[in-house]
């Protein structure tokens, strides 16, 4: 019953697509209101249609109706309430609709704004919404139907189909599959969500640049109405990313937060190419260039954002390495080519129109600095294109397949890295137009003596790893020169309006939340390198096998292994659960439990590290084997990562610093007047001081 | 619009350092790209591949993937020493799928005896998914005996989530 309920309303939702797209298509060519008015019913009707598909499943869901094939592979009996209603992102087909939610949600609010500054645009972004919303509702109907059910043939045989074949009597398993155990996490509950969430919000910046495109409307105007959009695109793709290294540190248990995984790098490269948009965004808003190279980089994006749904869709998992298995793959493939292809002749098209309006002077100058920055970040995510597409290539032409891992990515992307990091430091002291060695030299001489202490302190305390001494300079120089200028753009207030130290802060960074908020940013940047600085060249580990009140020793850690529990639990797990003590250098310091789960219903095991995590460091231990009855001892495989917790600490700053870039303006028209002022003289807006 | 930018007239000097500038950091990018590659560039076999190839192989890296062997797995927990067998498997997708799907292959790789195998040795800890008819893709070296050495071992195990209908079941 629910079953064809939702499946009906998803072949309404398509239908109502497809007429969305010829009205808004007509209305615009004949310059007709009614149609586009028409059209942007058709799009908002998608929404509450979608929601009811969503709301059908999450039913079938949560009741268990095991018939259905979608509902047997994610849920099982014993799984709680909250992880049955999440299961909708726990499967390709759920995914799939989840995606189409969020999109039909999305588009519907955009079409809800005010449209009178640009109304041309309007009929275009509901065609580029509705033709995403047709390829993946479409997808869902032909090749991932989530409502599709069991069946006892006549003939005695099972078969899975939507509808009841001839003679055939409904199959309903006692139980179902349950959620992959290693998604039963709440970081992997909510990380698909974010991830998502960013992929479709990056849908309306990139529907309103061929709007752009197609109208010939090809000022600023379409930046300026989707920023926002972009950056909280960008807000939700990095939450995504930090809770997924968050989510792999706690659950998958190799002591590690990110492989170079083909499905991680899926996720990655929109990223990459979204920070290059936001950071070449401003260049265009300021000084009319890189229109051209703003579009690139949103279509790139787009296609990117494709790609990565297509990549991530059925979990992290299941797809570790062969990911082109699914009928669904070449269907992909051939939607991003064709929307790739013609986003691309679009912009062929308005080649001319899209000239710069000036020419870059200096190669210190502020845009100068901003187009490196695009490069750096087009170099790493070339790294990352070339990663996974280079078993293809190397087949293609030696017919020998050669493959690269996570050394390919470290080499090739850390001198990127720390180049995008020096970049950060310099590139805000950088003015507009033009500046010199000397500007420059006069602008940072003092962060960079301040910087040059902590290498030398840190050489004191006894690193001599060369990498990791410079790695720590360039943090501590950016990170000064940031804080420098907050204190500069502070004083100054403070000196001319008599304001006091909070409400200077407060003010600076109200008036510009874009630039300020784009610092604490970078000091969020700064503090995660940190972390991944510490793990990555600090990181030591041990293993070993002790009995009951034996000790393993790691560095200055002393664990001793107290006593092992196994115990079935009520949610269909059995738990083996051990308890170790640790001191450092003889101080007791508490208790660890590390455990391995054995789930029943998908009988897979899962291992739980336990870790103490201060500043610091963390030790991270994890419980590999034990023998069940003699008392040969308890096998520990423990890890000592120095610095690791400034990663999730510099996470948060970098979201607050986003959010404060974001957070909306009381009054969009004062902010746009106010920055058209600003486009009139350049010097003016420089900086605070 | 602009005004200050357009009324400064570009010297041609001007294009020619944004080029050479730009030219120096692909260059680089390609360059680290390029030796990156070559320093951690893996062949990707197949078991029948790496018994043919013997000797060749000795002391390069190689990625290869094969079939598990439950009867084979033998973990030593003191030592952290764990060895298994792996059988062939094809290493194109297109054929896995001719032949009925990963799973399916897998399985007639490990009831076949005739299929060629070979040993493997990993230390560390057993893997969550190491069992019978698992797909392992492991990353190592072959060793002067005809031991697979293995660094890095990946698992898949695709009868778990793929297979579309349920072994338990009632009619009705």
Request: proline share 5%; glycine share 8%.
């Amino acid at each position: 019953m629910v079953s064809n309920f939702g499946f009906g309303a998803l072949v309404i939702t398509l239908v109502v697509s497809i007429y969305g797209i010829f009205a808004a298509v007509y209305g615009a060519r004949k310059n007709s209101l009614a149609w586009v008015e028409s059209a942007r019913k058709a799009m908002l009707l998608t929404f509450p249609l979608i929601t009811l598909v969503a709301l059908s499943i999450i039913f079938l869901l949560v009741n268990g109706d095991y018939q259905v094939q979608y509902v047997y592979n994610v849920t099982s009996s014993t799984m709680p309430m909250y992880l049955k209603v999440t299961a909708l992102w726990g499967g390709q087909a759920g995914s799939l609709i989840f995606w189409s939610w969020l999109l039909a949600s999305f588009a519907s609010a955009v079409t809800l704004r005010k449209w009178q500054r640009d109304r041309e645009f309007l009929p275009w972004v509901i065609v580029v919404s509705l033709v995403t919303l047709v390829f993946f509702v479409g997808m869902s109907i032909f090749f991932e139907n989530p409502f599709v059910r069991f069946w006892q043939t006549a003939g005695g045989s099972e078969a899975v189909a939507m509808f009841q074949p001839a003679g055939a009597t409904p199959l309903v398993p006692f139980d179902g599959r349950g959620l992959n155990p290693l998604l039963r996490h709440p970081g992997m509950v909510i990380h698909p969500p974010m991830l998502y969430l960013g992929f479709v919000s990056f849908v309306i910046p990139f529907a309103f640049a061929i709007a752009a495109l197609i109208t010939g409307r090809t000022d600023d105007r379409w930046i300026r109405v989707t920023r926002r959009w972009a950056l909280v695109a960008w807000l939700f793709l990095s939450l995504g990313l930090v809770l997924g290294s968050r989510w792999a540190y706690d659950v998958l248990g190799w002591g590690g937060y990110w492989a170079w995984d083909p499905v991680e790098i899926a996720a990655f490269m929109p990223w990459l190419s979204g920070t290059a948009f936001l950071h070449s965004v401003m260049i265009q808003e300021k000084r009319g260039l890189f229109k051209r190279w703003n579009m690139v980089l949103i279509i790139l994006t787009y296609s990117l954002v494709i790609f990565g749904t297509f990549l991530t869709r059925s979990g992290v998992l299941s797809s570790v390495h062969a990911f082109s298995q699914s009928a669904i793959g070449p269907l992909f493939f051939g939607y991003i080519g064709v929307t790739f292809a013609i986003s691309l002749a679009l912009l062929l098209q308005r080649w001319n129109v899209l000239r710069s309006e000036g020419e870059m002077h200096s190669l210190l100058s502020r845009e100068a600095l901003f187009l490196l920055n695009n490069l750096l970040f087009m170099g790493i995510l070339v790294v990352c294109f070339w990663g996974v597409l280079f078993p293809l290539i190397s087949e293609l032409f030696t017919g020998q397949k050669v493959t690269v891992g996570p050394p390919f990515y470290e080499r090739s992307t850390g001198p990127l890295f720390a180049g995008l990091l020096l970049l950060m430091g310099v590139a805000p002291l950088s003015a507009w137009g033009h500046s010199t060695v000397k500007t420059l030299g006069k602008a940072m001489w003092k962060p960079f003596l301040v910087s040059l202490a902590i290498p030398i302190l840190a050489y004191v305390l006894g690193v001599r790893h060369f990498a990791a001494l410079l790695a720590f300079w360039l943090c501590a120089f950016v990170a000064f020169i940031t804080l420098y200028e907050y204190y500069r753009g502070v004083a100054a207030r403070m000196r001319r309006s008599e304001e006091n130290v909070f409400t200077a802060l407060w003010n600076l960074a109200g008036r510009n939340r874009r630039r300020y908020g784009g610092y604490i940013i970078h000091i969020g940047v700064v503090l995660m390198a940190l972390g991944i600085i510490g793990i990555e060249l600090f990181q030591t580990e041990t293993q070993g096998t002790i009995p009951p009140g034996g000790q393993m020793a790691l560095g200055d850690y002393n664990i001793t292994f107290d006593k092992l529990d196994i115990f079935d639990t009520a949610d269909g797990r059995n738990v083996a659960r051990a308890v170790v003590s640790v001191e450092r250098d003889g101080k007791y310091l508490g208790q660890l439990y590390p455990r391995r789960d054995y789930y029943y219903d998908s009988q897979q095991p899962m291992t739980i590290p336990g870790v103490r995590s201060t500043m610091e460091d963390d030790l991270y231990v994890l419980l590999v084997d034990w023998e069940p009855i003699s008392s040969t001892g308890v096998t520990f495989k423990i890890y000592h990562n120095p610095l690791v917790n400034w990663l999730w600490f510099g996470g948060f700053v970098f979201i607050f610093g986003t959010l404060v870039a974001s957070w909306p303006d009381k009054d969009p028209e004062t902010v746009r007047i106010r920055s058209t002022k600003r486009k009139l003289s350049p010097s003016e807006a420089q900086s605070a001081d | 619009m602009a005004l200050t930018e357009s009324s400064v007239k570009p010297a041609p000097r001007n294009r020619t350092k944004f080029f050479i500038g730009g030219l120096l950091i692909i260059a680089a990018i390609v360059y680290l790209i390029f030796t990156s590659t070559q320093a951690s560039a893996q062949y990707f076999l197949t078991v029948d591949e790496l018994n043919q190839k013997g000797v060749d192989v000795n002391g390069r890296e190689i990625r290869v993937s094969g079939a598990v062997i439950g009867d084979t797995i033998q973990y030593d927990a003191q030592n952290l020493k764990l060895t298994f067998e792996v059988a062939h498997v094809p290493g194109d997708n297109a054929v896995i799928e001719a032949q009925g799907g990963l799973a399916e292959v897998l399985h007639q790789a490990v009831i076949d005896p005739t299929r060629s195998r070979i040993k493997v040795e990993y230390n560390g800890v057993m893997p969550d998914l190491l069992r019978n008819e698992a797909q392992a893709i492991m990353t190592g070296r072959m060793n002067e005996n005809g031991v697979f050495v293995a660094q890095e071992l990946l698992l898949k195990c695709p009868t778990k989530y793929e297979e579309a209908v349920p072994e338990q079941a009632e009619g009705g």
